[in-house]
């Protein structure tokens, strides 16, 4: 994970940056041709101006960081609030929609994609964002809320909307999201709990008490017709 503000990339030389957002490229996007694709990436735009905004952001030009990171959005669809905290290896493909809040901590290799919010919940001061550990990846549409930490290798779904700690190693899906595997084994139900509401389950359980009670009404009825009946007949 990051070990300082001096996220990997800011204090790095131009041509050593390029030569690495390639290699990252090529990794990670089979869609791609040849080295020269790069300069056309919106990973590749963003981070250029990222790593400017970042460096605004740290020296306390508050208003000159936003203003660089805001160019980056309205070109790439990506918005990197520039407070964010980004490792090295870190690639947004495609990139539109995406959304990366002011508290987030980013660790090294670390894939998005589109429409990815990594973001707030209106509910907390301070440290309002999340903690990203290394070589997570996030599909497309998920949306993770809340200054928890999604833990190293762990790969949440598409569409998923991930609400509280996943530990590492783990695949979550859903919404709310829920670890389905981990240590690349699946998960039996029984141990998905993860404290979160379930309305549809606690509905079902109030439809079974409420059913039990009927029952034993119903039987108790029963009992007093038979006592009544038996009662009339011995005094006939
Ligand atoms: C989550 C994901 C990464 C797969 O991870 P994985 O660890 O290999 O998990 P699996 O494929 O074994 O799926 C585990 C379970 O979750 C379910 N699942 C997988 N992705 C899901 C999703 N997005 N939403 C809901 N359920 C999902 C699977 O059906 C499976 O359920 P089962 O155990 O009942 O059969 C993948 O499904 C995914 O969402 N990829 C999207 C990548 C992306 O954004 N691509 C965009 C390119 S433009």
Same mark, same amino acid.
């Given at each position: 994970?990051?070990?300082?503000? /001096?996220?990997?990339?800011?204090?790095?030389?131009?041509?050593?940056?390029?030569?690495?957002?390639?290699?990252?490229?090529?990794?990670?996007?089979?869609?791609?041709?040849?080295?020269?694709?790069?300069?056309?990436?919106?990973?590749?735009?963003? !981070? !250029?101006?990222? *790593?400017?905004?970042?460096?605004?952001?740290?020296?306390?030009?508050?208003?000159?960081? *936003?203003?660089?990171?805001? *160019?980056?959005?309205?070109?790439?669809?990506?918005?990197?609030?520039?407070?964010?905290?980004?490792?090295?290896?870190?690639?947004?493909?495609?990139?539109?929609?995406?959304?990366?809040?002011?508290?987030?901590?980013? +660790?090294?290799?670390? /894939?998005?994609?589109?429409?990815? /919010?990594? +973001?707030?919940?209106?509910?907390?001061?301070?440290?309002?964002?999340?903690?990203?550990?290394?070589?997570? !990846?996030?599909?497309? +549409?998920?949306?993770?809320? +809340?200054?928890?930490?999604?833990?190293?290798?762990?790969?949440?779904?598409?569409?998923?909307?991930?609400?509280?700690?996943?530990?590492?190693?783990?695949?979550?899906?859903?919404?709310?999201?829920?670890?389905?595997? *981990?240590?690349?084994?699946?998960?039996?139900?029984?141990? !998905?709990?993860?404290?979160?509401?379930?309305?549809?389950?606690?509905?079902?359980?109030?439809?079974?008490?409420?059913?039990?009670?009927?029952?034993?009404?119903?039987?108790?009825?029963?009992?007093?017709?038979?006592?009544?009946?038996?009662?009339?007949?011995? /005094?006939?």
């Amino acid at each position: 994970m990051l070990e300082s503000d /001096t996220y990997g990339g800011v204090g790095v030389g131009f041509l050593k940056y390029v030569r690495e957002e390639i290699r990252i490229i090529r990794e990670r996007d089979p869609a791609i041709h040849s080295a020269w694709e790069v300069f056309l990436y919106p990973s590749f735009c963003v !981070m !250029m101006h990222y *790593r400017v905004a970042h460096r605004l952001y740290l020296s306390g030009h508050y208003f000159w960081a *936003r203003y660089i990171s805001q *160019r980056g959005a309205r070109k790439t669809g990506i918005e990197i609030h520039p407070g964010a905290r980004i490792g090295s290896g870190f690639f947004v493909d495609h990139g539109n929609g995406v959304i990366i809040g002011e508290t987030a901590v980013i +660790g090294n290799n670390v /894939t998005l994609y589109q429409g990815v /919010t990594l +973001g707030g919940t209106g509910k907390e001061q301070g440290k309002r964002h999340p903690t990203i550990e290394d070589n997570v !990846m996030i599909s497309a +549409g998920a949306k993770v809320l +809340g200054s928890f930490t999604v833990g190293e290798n762990s790969k949440i779904g598409a569409g998923s909307v991930v609400l509280s700690a996943v530990p590492p190693n783990s695949t979550v899906v859903g919404v709310p999201g829920r670890v389905v595997r *981990r240590d690349n084994q699946p998960l039996p139900r029984e141990t !998905m709990d993860q404290n979160l509401p379930d309305p549809v389950k606690e509905d079902i359980m109030d439809l079974q008490k409420a059913n039990s009670e009927l029952i034993n009404r119903v039987l108790e009825l029963e009992e007093q017709m038979k006592r009544i009946q038996k009662k009339e007949k011995e /005094t006939l």
